[in-house]
């Protein structure tokens, strides 16, 4: 069946450090691919999406693009703030199917 | 935005007692909700697709007897954990989608169940 593999955490980085959050997946057929992310004390958001190969998601600074030959979806971001500290999860699902597969979630605490 | 609402965001029961935890999409109805559960360091796992007016459909492995869902309205579901046991605490996580909207899901806070 379909799996997600995340990077363990947490994941402590001073503030304006280079991000990176690796994901990889396995599926048949060709999903689309999601980050979510969760602030303490609220539910997950949708954080960016790619729906097909080389498709880059962004938003708020982060960016993942859809490899379909390493079957990864990286999370990245230039320079992070501490606003950035939260729990972020990489997800797949089939295109209009909302029945999501979720990786493990990683923590990211950002440091003054 | 759309906001769906989680109640309660935690909760302590004794073995063998039965927990409801209601979601409710705020300002949207919603058709269909999902019911997740995740252990720690594990994934967010569906356990069940609740549709508005009729039965859940739960997924492999997971016991419909033990968690009941009821999705009575198109702004309310809830999950009702039968009969608890110290292995049902977990982090219960619901989610909606809005019926009229793009396919895009909205996530609750989530109910943190620890049964003693």
């Known amino acids: 069946g379909d799996s997600v593999t995340q990077m363990e955490g947490p994941v402590t980085l001073s503030e304006e450090a280079f991000l990176t959050i690796n994901c990889t997946y396995t599926?048949?057929?060709?999903?689309?691919l999601f980050w979510y992310v969760q602030y303490p004390g609220e539910g997950l958001q949708l954080l960016l999406k790619?729906?097909?190969?080389?498709d880059k998601g962004s938003n708020k600074g982060f960016e993942a693009t859809y490899r379909k030959e390493t079957t990864s979806f990286h999370l990245e971001k230039g320079s992070v703030q501490v606003s950035d500290s939260a729990v972020y999860f990489c997800?797949?699902?089939?295109?209009?199917?909302?029945?999501?597969?979720f990786g493990t979630g990683t923590r990211l605490t950002i440091i003054p | 935005g759309a906001v769906v609402s989680q109640h309660p965001s935690w909760v302590i029961c004794k073995s063998g007692t039965s927990v409801k935890i209601e979601c409710r999409s705020l300002?949207?109805?919603?058709?269909?909700m999902f019911w997740y559960r995740q252990f720690p360091k594990q994934s967010l796992m569906l356990m069940a697709t609740?549709?508005?007016?009729?039965?859940?459909?739960?997924e492999q492995g997971v016991e419909k007897d033990k968690f009941l869902i009821n999705h009575a309205s198109l702004t309310l579901s809830t999950l009702t954990v039968t009969s608890a046991h110290p292995e049902d605490s977990s982090f219960y996580i619901c989610?909606?989608?809005?019926?009229?909207?793009?396919?895009?899901?909205?996530f609750g806070a989530g109910s943190r169940l620890t049964v003693l």
């Open positions: 989610s909606a989608r809005e019926v009229s909207g793009a396919n895009v899901l909205t």
């Open positions: 599926a048949t057929g060709y999903p689309s």
């Open positions: 790619a729906t097909k190969a080389d």
């Open positions: 997800a797949l699902g089939a295109f209009g199917n909302e029945k999501l597969t």
């Open positions: 300002d949207f109805q919603a058709t269909t």
């Open positions: 609740s549709n508005e007016g009729s039965k859940a459909t739960y």
